[in-house]
């Protein structure tokens, strides 16, 4: 189980690009104090991810799919709750 930490304010933003994917999804975020997120498969079980900064500069974060199967699955936190599409 990995549990990441991203910027509380990203949850306005957090809107993963591209989705569906094929390889990598990304967001944006911004601020600097954090909330852990986890990702979830279609079946509601926790998949360990790296969340990669892509740029610090612009709070630019990726997950790499590239390993994981075909699917949905979902990224979360506290307050909020993102679909991302694999395929």
Known sequence: M???RIPKETNQLLLPFPNPAVRYV???G???TTDPFILLN????QVPVEIIVESAATLLYKID????P???YILKNKTFTRR???I
């Open 26 to 28: 990304y967001f944006h």
């Open 84 to 86: 991302i599409q694999k």
């Open 30 to 32: 911004i601020g600097r």
């Open 2 to 4: 990995v549990s990441q």
């Open 42 to 45: 279609s079946f509601g079980i």
């Open 70 to 72: 075909k699917g949905i």
């Open 65 to 68: 799919l590239q390993t994981f």
